[in-house]
């Protein structure tokens, strides 16, 4: 990647070699024991600090005393659309770790290894090697009883002396971690950080790197963080002061999260027995006034779908987070899949319609928090957040939201309701009237029989039909409230690529890339599931081809889930589908790859017999 | 029956059986449901408890659509998920008085969970379990309380499996008050709704209602006039007396669990009751303690400081 | 109807006119304490002894100490396809039985009522009064004592009398019913039975019906009985001897039937704490070896939707059964509604492709039974059969099975697995071992986490890919197996009609109407949900509509649940829907109407914008 | 350690620690599940069941993936839903023997109504609970045992709810026979194996089982190297001596409550046992009933009979 020449200070001016880098990607793979998370989030962090875009992308051992393990980040000046294809830089503290990582390396990358731990095969061609006793100096530094506890923060000071980081900012970041955890740790840390820092890993190789520009200053400062987080955050911001759960990975660090945070707003978060109990706690906070939440993984969300049938059928609003993993069953819990949708739009027996949205990246998280809560409480309706574990553990810096503006603090609506009081009028939205409103004649019970507008249960042909038709309407009236999405690239032509979710950067990458081939390719990005905004129509009928990407399975009939959600409606032969199963994020090229495969077979696009 | 004193809701109205009478019940002529309603509105009209504060919960089963009867704020929740469903009420409302009606299927077969995690966490409301030994609404199948031999559609030659005792696992569950009562004695259930309700915690009180559709005469052995016996309990007025030492304490444990082993029909009253700080009141300190922490700040304060550590 | 002038033996010869039917329809209204059920079973048991077809229709009070409920037959020698959209004879035992359903009753059709309690306005010339004085009769022919409770006795020898039955087998009918409930209650029922056919109807009518003819007989015995008895002894003719289920409406019955007969065949049904045990218990009988079921109605079909995704998983065959009632949440729990079909296919987490199937009549539920045993054990998935409300509770007559044909009688295979053992070989199909079989080697740990062939948790990516096809391919390779449906009717044209389950007989009625228009109109019917059989394309493309008729929601698409499915597979604008939601069986005359409507509106068929 | 005898499986083969190894297990090292493994090894050495007709099942979490690591017939299925698998299991394979092995958060918080009515309907099987008062596998939130005060992920803190009293559960569940062991104590865990095996009925036992790396020490006051004690309870020999007056009698239910109810760390063994006919029999009472009704007619024959009924 080419460079712009602004001047800069290098730590030892003499004889180096200065490569300018747009971004660069960094795999560290040890073990989880190692912390080497850690190191990941520091760099995240500081990059987020000095307004530079950065991913990050890590996988959880299967064991649960830890195992081998990665953290990789993506750090840049350009837009950082995802974690990356290949490592730049490999960091290996072990044999296994360059065994199982060093395919991930490009050519010409740099393989950082411990040569306490590690022989790589020097004759190799491809790499360039950089053999650091990372173990020995890091006792050394820190004195032997500390055993090898610091080899993270040796890593740290080493990466930031090459990369020609900014040290202040990152021993600010140390300390601000460890303060808390007595000085001595602190100590520690620091220690190993400066002997990382000391080392001459500039002069060895003989260059630094250094990252092009910082981006343009708009005012605006970046906050950094992880999906999960971004998530829990946007709940607080968008009023959302109570809500129940019950843990599964990888959803738990949102509850982790609201349980600590929300006592400083007021509110409440319990853990339940279970999903169930957990999903109607948090029902009975909606009901008593509160815009609450609940959520979990794949099999909690299996649990909640009889309660969730009950909120559409009680009209009472609900947000509701789905992380989603590898299914179906247990799976592949810490592995990615977004195979959780046609479940979240159609996993309650009979008609219940919902709301589902999906978030495509961190800062994404964040808004859909926001919006999900203003649907719920505008229409009424339980709201799905369909987020993912890559999403979910994945950390990028983004623009500080501007909380003035978005900030709600939510109120409790005790008014008195007269005697005209209809909590589902035929004509209007729902008006709940939450306990402790006094009411001039019948007190409503909230149900979920089928009832009429006053919420009386009835079993009459005519207020069923109507009373279905009102939670149908409802959605479709938010649908016509839907801004329609911008496609991004080409605004008509051969291929229009269509996505939800995390799969956003991979998709914006490759089209980019396509049409660096002077491919006429367009991509467009579905925030909103169900309903799906009006008009997409007029979008796909531009292009001859309409590739959906997702991860989940082409199923039965070949077809992704949102693809086949798309094609009910739509009926469209150009729609297809582009999907994988194996757990793990898109790459750019898997995508690029299943753009060629279906245009070369063109054929069958439109064909009256397909799937014979 | 009192009249109303100062606890008169402020807008002045009171709480009469009319005022409190909601849809009429479709309930089978003769069940006992009928008399734990009356007894119901009777205990309101005694309490005079402000209008719209009261909120009356079930789940699904003949017992369940309790909430229609009363002209109260409801909710008619799904089969079993009541009391966690009340939870969410009482613990982001703790201005409410919240009260949870159900049955026996609904209370201890696919809900028997939820009862014992919110008795543990001393969740503060009331719930009444209206057990009639039989599954109602689905038309006679073997609940978790129906005896050993009784016929059902689902043990068309008599049930084999052991009951639970509701007694003995209410107590178990860690509830602080707890309490059993029969539908034929009105005045008891009465005084059993008013000591639960005053009580803060959770408080749960078993009521044998008979379903005269599916189990007629289940629970004659404890009413007089079918030559049953209704056995009050008799508790420890602490006055010295010979006779005091005979009497029942609620506060004992162990004794509660002895009242609970005696021979069908046993006895009614409070078994047990003792004060524990409760979940409401355990949060709160938790709010207050973080509420400490951040000082007075508003929201949005807090918000733009936790963001700031993460520039 | 015009008759065939066989001759016949009227009951008494003089001067009455004899009319002859091919069939007529009775609706019987009153409350559900009276025995109307009774009635109308016995009707339709009647008809099935005697070779006739035969449907009925009823409707539940929704208060649980009765109350008003109707039960409608409809019988004849043509073939019965409906419950009827009107009645030809009404018989009101109350006043408000005659206001609820004088509006069902067909111009020039008979009300029979009970003069004692019901004042019809005679001054309506719709209709033909006959006024019986039932409740005193009976009274009279049973004793005081006795009060009302024979009136149903009465009104079924009254109608033995009038449509010329053969009471001899009638009377059999009631001492089987009644024998075991005691002498008195037997002698009380006939005498009640004998007052009602000794009351000169015909001669005050000044009329008999008779029917038009038996039909030929063809060797084979009819068997008279509701879809859920059906289903229940479909499973044990399949050979499933193990379950376990938890009460909920219309579900129950299938196991109440279970739980008395399964020990009589040395088996076992086990009611549960809950349905989430319920279908635990049951895949823990199926891991043992067994082809086990369990079963629920909607709000119980959430509540399994954890666990069917590990039988998915784990790839256990299970039968699931499934009669659907109106929903959402609690609903109309003794409505019908085809709305968890979605649910059906998609509602566990993750990619968990499963068998769906739906019988068309009461005949279609044993079949579907024996069906759904079949494939689970084949392709070791578990197979949902959905049924519904109305078919739980109709009452048909069909030819007997031919069991010795297709009795199963179960066997475990515990012989000794090999070393090579593998239950889920990728190139052919699952082979597990149950406990109890001897195994050279690793004993299996049957896991719902993602596995190798070996069943051994793996996280690998490669393996997830392999594995989610895997179980995609196998209902793929069942699809192949499927026959491709016939069409009825027309065999190319205008419009075919699509549909699944209890619509088929209404469907085909509207067929037959259609084509005596000189429409070109086909119906094909879809017993196979998921997979659908393949070919269908081939059938879709011959005509210009493909309507969709379903009793579900038309979404927020316009689509109803199957039609949105088969858009999504075949992507035709031509797939469009009719759909209704009031809780009711389908009137022949609301097909018409959709067909017509439907068709009318062309235009939006092929435009390229629907639903703006 | 026996050597094999009559019970010898056919084949001739001997359960030795080898054959019973299946996967390396997962654990944390030092994690008490180890000597749970270990005891449980032990055991089936020494009963010599036939290696094919034992069925190790799980729900979820570290505990439970107990059944990866013993190499017999098993199943891992889904978090809390391990014991109605097992019933499934049981009623229809008299033949088999069935243990579930699953932790605090598995069976005493999402699961536990399955385990009191898996216990009152006493279905044969073997059920053990290894105790770590934490969520181990999603890495330390509250369980239902963890003690007020501790500090866990969701309360961070320290917990506030008050934690279950797992005997008094297991005791009011009705389970026909309720022990306690601790990991620290491999002898004493196959002991109790042991005993809980030859129980006919529902039998459970909790094993303290040490988290070491989220709760860490939990149960050292209960393990004597480190300065701990580990309290075993004497069982009446009903010997006549006065010494016998004080021993626990495990028949007594009230006593078996007292034990429940002593100061933590409380006491070891064998709490309770009773006799009850199993579901398993009652059952096959039943279908015995039901065949002699049927007089030895093909299950064609029965079905065809039916049928005739219905014409
Ligand atoms: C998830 C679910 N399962 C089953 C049912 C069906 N059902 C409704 S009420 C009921 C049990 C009723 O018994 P009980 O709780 O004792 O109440 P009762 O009618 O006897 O008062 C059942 C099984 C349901 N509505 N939802
Ligand atoms: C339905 C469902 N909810 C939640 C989870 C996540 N989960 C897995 S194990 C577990 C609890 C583990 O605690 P425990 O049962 O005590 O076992 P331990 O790991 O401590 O041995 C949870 C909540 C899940 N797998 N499935
Ligand atoms: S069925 Fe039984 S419980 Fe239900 S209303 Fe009738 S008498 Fe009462
Ligand atoms: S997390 Fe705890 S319970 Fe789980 S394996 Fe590690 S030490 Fe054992
Ligand atoms: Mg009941
Ligand atoms: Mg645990």
Same mark, same amino acid.
């Given at each position: 990647m080419v460079s712009s020449d602004r001047s800069s200070q290098p730590i030892s001016g003499a004889a180096l070699q200065k490569e300018v880098l747009k971004d660069a990607v960094i795999r560290l793979a040890g073990n989880s024991q190692d912390g080497i998370q850690t190191i990941g989030g520091f760099l995240a962090r500081l990059a987020g600090r000095t307004a530079q875009e950065v991913m990050t992308y890590m996988t959880i051992p299967s064991t649960i005393s830890g195992g081998p393990s990665i953290f990789q980040v993506r750090m840049g000046t350009g837009e950082v659309l995802s974690a990356g294809d290949s490592a730049d830089f490999l960091v290996a503290f072990y044999q296994h770790s360059l065994e199982s990582h060093i395919d991930s390396l490009r050519e010409r990358g740099v393989l950082i290894y411990d040569s306490d731990h590690v022989k790589p095969d020097l004759s190799d061609k491809r790499f360039i090697y950089f053999g650091v006793p990372i173990t020995g100096l890091t006792i050394e530094a820190v004195g032997g009883s500390a055993r090898e506890k610091g080899k993270n923060m040796f890593v740290l000071g080493l990466l930031a002396r090459m990369f020609n980081l900014q040290i202040d900012k990152l021993r600010q970041l140390i300390q601000e971690r460890f303060a808390s955890k007595g000085e001595s740790v602190l100590r520690n840390a620091l220690l190993a950080f400066d002997a990382g820092f000391a080392y001459p890993a500039d002069s060895v190789l003989k260059r630094y790197y250094y990252f092009e520009k910082e981006k343009d200053e708009d005012g605006r400062v970046q906050i950094t963080m992880d999906g999960n987080q971004a998530l829990a955050y946007g709940l607080i911001a968008a009023g959302v002061r109570y809500g129940a759960g019950y843990p599964i990975t990888p959803w738990t660090s949102i509850m982790e999260i609201l349980r600590s945070e929300l006592p400083k707003y007021g509110g409440t978060f319990v853990q339940c027995e279970d999903e169930l109990a957990a999903i109607s706690t948090a029902l009975g906070a909606a009901y008593a006034g509160h815009t609450a939440v609940t959520g979990s993984s794949g099999p909690g969300l299996s649990l909640k779908m009889e309660a969730l049938g009950w909120a559409v059928m009680a009209e009472i609003p609900l947000i509701i987070v789905n992380i989603q993993r590898g299914g179906p069953s247990t799976g592949m819990p810490t592995n990615v899949e977004q195979s959780d949708l046609l479940q979240a739009i159609y996993g309650s027996h009979g008609d219940a319609p919902r709301v589902v949205i999906a978030p495509e990246n961190v800062e994404g998280c964040f808004y859909c928090a926001i919006e999900a809560a203003r649907i719920a409480r505008e229409f009424s309706v339980p709201v799905i957040i369909l987020s993912d574990q890559s999403l979910a553990t994945r950390i990028e810096a983004f623009p500080e939201p501007d909380l003035e503006k978005l900030m709600i603090t939510p109120q409790l609506d005790l008014a008195p309701r007269g005697a005209d009081f209809k909590p589902y009028p035929l004509d209007g939205p729902t008006r709940h009237a939450p306990p402790g409103a006094r009411i001039d004649g019948k007190y409503p019970t909230v149900t979920g029989l089928e009832h009429d507008e006053h919420g009386h249960p009835s079993a009459n042909p005519a207020i069923h039909m109507r009373m279905t038709a009102r939670r149908r309407e409802k959605l479709k009236k938010l649908a016509a409230s839907l801004p329609r999405p911008e496609i991004y690239g080409d605004q008509e032509g051969d291929v229009l690529l269509v996505g939800w979710g995390s799969t956003w950067g991979p998709i914006r990458e490759a089209v980019r890339r396509l049409r660096a081939e002077d491919k006429l390719v367009g991509h467009v990005h579905l925030r909103h599931l169900h309903p799906l905004p009006n008009g997409l129509e007029r979008l796909f009928t531009r292009f001859r081809q309409v590739f959906v990407v997702e991860m989940n399975d082409e199923?039965?009939?070949?077809?992704?889930?949102?693809?086949?959600?798309?094609?009910?409606?739509?009926?469209?032969?150009?729609?297809?589908?582009?999907?994988?199963?194996?757990?793990?994020?898109?790459?750019?090229?898997?995508?690029?790859?299943?753009?060629?495969?279906?245009?070369?077979?063109?054929?069958?696009?439109?064909?009256?017999?397909?799937?014979? | 029956?009192?009249?109303?004193?100062?606890?008169? +809701? +402020?807008?002045?109205?009171?709480?009469?059986?009319?005022?409190?009478?909601?849809?009429? +019940?479709?309930?089978? +002529?003769? @069940?006992? *449901?009928?008399?734990?309603?009356?007894?119901?509105?009777?205990?309101?009209?005694?309490?005079?408890?402000?209008?719209?504060?009261?909120?009356?919960?079930?789940?699904?089963? @003949?017992?369940?659509?309790?909430?229609?009867?009363?002209?109260?704020?409801?909710?008619?929740?799904?089969?079993?998920?009541?009391?966690?469903?009340?939870?969410?009420?009482?613990?982001?409302?703790?201005?409410?008085?919240?009260?949870?009606?159900?049955?026996?299927?609904?209370?201890?077969?696919?809900?028997?969970?939820?009862?014992?995690?919110?008795?543990?966490?001393?969740?503060?409301?009331?719930y009444v379990i209206m057990d009639n030994f039989v599954y109602g609404l689905t038309k006679k199948q073997t609940s978790p309380t129906s005896p050993i031999g009784f016929k059902s559609k689902t043990d068309p030659t008599g049930a084999i499996d052991q009951p639970i005792n509701p007694m003995k696992k209410l107590l178990a569950s860690g509830a602080t008050f707890v309490a059993r009562s029969h539908a034929a004695q009105v005045k008891h259930m009465v005084e059993m709704y008013r000591r639960a309700y005053h009580h803060k915690g959770f408080?749960?009180?078993?009521?044998?209602?008979? @379903?005269?559709?599916?189990?007629?005469?289940?629970?004659?052995?404890?009413?007089?006039?079918?030559?049953?016996?209704?056995?009050?309990?008799?508790?420890?007025?602490? *006055?010295?007396?010979?006779? *005091?030492e005979k009497r029942h304490d609620p506060s004992d444990e162990e004794a509660a669990f002895r009242l609970a082993h005696l021979e069908w029909p046993g006895v009614f009253g409070v078994f047990y009751e003792t004060q524990r700080l409760t979940k409401n009141e355990l949060e709160a300190q938790l709010n207050q303690r973080a509420r400490e922490r951040v000082k007075g700040k508003s929201d949005l304060e807090i918000l733009r400081d936790t963001f700031a550590k993460m520039r």
């Amino acid at each position: 990647m080419v460079s712009s020449d602004r001047s800069s200070q290098p730590i030892s001016g003499a004889a180096l070699q200065k490569e300018v880098l747009k971004d660069a990607v960094i795999r560290l793979a040890g073990n989880s024991q190692d912390g080497i998370q850690t190191i990941g989030g520091f760099l995240a962090r500081l990059a987020g600090r000095t307004a530079q875009e950065v991913m990050t992308y890590m996988t959880i051992p299967s064991t649960i005393s830890g195992g081998p393990s990665i953290f990789q980040v993506r750090m840049g000046t350009g837009e950082v659309l995802s974690a990356g294809d290949s490592a730049d830089f490999l960091v290996a503290f072990y044999q296994h770790s360059l065994e199982s990582h060093i395919d991930s390396l490009r050519e010409r990358g740099v393989l950082i290894y411990d040569s306490d731990h590690v022989k790589p095969d020097l004759s190799d061609k491809r790499f360039i090697y950089f053999g650091v006793p990372i173990t020995g100096l890091t006792i050394e530094a820190v004195g032997g009883s500390a055993r090898e506890k610091g080899k993270n923060m040796f890593v740290l000071g080493l990466l930031a002396r090459m990369f020609n980081l900014q040290i202040d900012k990152l021993r600010q970041l140390i300390q601000e971690r460890f303060a808390s955890k007595g000085e001595s740790v602190l100590r520690n840390a620091l220690l190993a950080f400066d002997a990382g820092f000391a080392y001459p890993a500039d002069s060895v190789l003989k260059r630094y790197y250094y990252f092009e520009k910082e981006k343009d200053e708009d005012g605006r400062v970046q906050i950094t963080m992880d999906g999960n987080q971004a998530l829990a955050y946007g709940l607080i911001a968008a009023g959302v002061r109570y809500g129940a759960g019950y843990p599964i990975t990888p959803w738990t660090s949102i509850m982790e999260i609201l349980r600590s945070e929300l006592p400083k707003y007021g509110g409440t978060f319990v853990q339940c027995e279970d999903e169930l109990a957990a999903i109607s706690t948090a029902l009975g906070a909606a009901y008593a006034g509160h815009t609450a939440v609940t959520g979990s993984s794949g099999p909690g969300l299996s649990l909640k779908m009889e309660a969730l049938g009950w909120a559409v059928m009680a009209e009472i609003p609900l947000i509701i987070v789905n992380i989603q993993r590898g299914g179906p069953s247990t799976g592949m819990p810490t592995n990615v899949e977004q195979s959780d949708l046609l479940q979240a739009i159609y996993g309650s027996h009979g008609d219940a319609p919902r709301v589902v949205i999906a978030p495509e990246n961190v800062e994404g998280c964040f808004y859909c928090a926001i919006e999900a809560a203003r649907i719920a409480r505008e229409f009424s309706v339980p709201v799905i957040i369909l987020s993912d574990q890559s999403l979910a553990t994945r950390i990028e810096a983004f623009p500080e939201p501007d909380l003035e503006k978005l900030m709600i603090t939510p109120q409790l609506d005790l008014a008195p309701r007269g005697a005209d009081f209809k909590p589902y009028p035929l004509d209007g939205p729902t008006r709940h009237a939450p306990p402790g409103a006094r009411i001039d004649g019948k007190y409503p019970t909230v149900t979920g029989l089928e009832h009429d507008e006053h919420g009386h249960p009835s079993a009459n042909p005519a207020i069923h039909m109507r009373m279905t038709a009102r939670r149908r309407e409802k959605l479709k009236k938010l649908a016509a409230s839907l801004p329609r999405p911008e496609i991004y690239g080409d605004q008509e032509g051969d291929v229009l690529l269509v996505g939800w979710g995390s799969t956003w950067g991979p998709i914006r990458e490759a089209v980019r890339r396509l049409r660096a081939e002077d491919k006429l390719v367009g991509h467009v990005h579905l925030r909103h599931l169900h309903p799906l905004p009006n008009g997409l129509e007029r979008l796909f009928t531009r292009f001859r081809q309409v590739f959906v990407v997702e991860m989940n399975d082409e199923g039965l009939y070949g077809f992704g889930q949102l693809a086949t959600l798309l094609r009910g409606r739509y009926a469209y032969q150009s729609i297809r589908s582009i999907t994988k199963t194996d757990g793990l994020p898109y790459k750019v090229r898997e995508i690029l790859e299943g753009v060629r495969r279906l245009s070369a077979d063109h054929v069958s696009t439109f064909s009256l017999y397909p799937n014979l | 029956m009192s009249t109303a004193t100062a606890d008169t +809701p +402020p807008s002045g109205e009171k709480l009469t059986r009319k005022v409190l009478t909601g849809d009429h +019940p479709t309930w089978c +002529p003769g @069940c006992g *449901d009928f008399a734990v309603l009356a007894a119901f509105y009777r205990f309101l009209e005694q309490e005079q408890i402000p209008h719209e504060k009261i909120v009356t919960l079930a789940g699904i089963g @003949c017992s369940s659509r309790f909430p229609y009867f009363v002209n109260t704020h409801g909710g008619h929740y799904i089969h079993g998920r009541s009391l966690p469903f009340a939870v969410g009420v009482s613990l982001s409302r703790d201005d409410l008085h919240v009260f949870v009606f159900g049955g026996d299927g609904d209370g201890f077969s696919i809900g028997g969970n939820h009862l014992d995690h919110t008795a543990r966490k001393n969740v503060n409301l009331t719930y009444v379990i209206m057990d009639n030994f039989v599954y109602g609404l689905t038309k006679k199948q073997t609940s978790p309380t129906s005896p050993i031999g009784f016929k059902s559609k689902t043990d068309p030659t008599g049930a084999i499996d052991q009951p639970i005792n509701p007694m003995k696992k209410l107590l178990a569950s860690g509830a602080t008050f707890v309490a059993r009562s029969h539908a034929a004695q009105v005045k008891h259930m009465v005084e059993m709704y008013r000591r639960a309700y005053h009580h803060k915690g959770f408080s749960v009180v078993e009521i044998l209602s008979e @379903c005269v559709e599916f189990y007629p005469g289940a629970f004659d052995a404890a009413v007089p006039r079918k030559q049953g016996q209704f056995i009050e309990i008799e508790e420890k007025k602490h *006055d010295g007396t010979p006779e *005091d030492e005979k009497r029942h304490d609620p506060s004992d444990e162990e004794a509660a669990f002895r009242l609970a082993h005696l021979e069908w029909p046993g006895v009614f009253g409070v078994f047990y009751e003792t004060q524990r700080l409760t979940k409401n009141e355990l949060e709160a300190q938790l709010n207050q303690r973080a509420r400490e922490r951040v000082k007075g700040k508003s929201d949005l304060e807090i918000l733009r400081d936790t963001f700031a550590k993460m520039r």
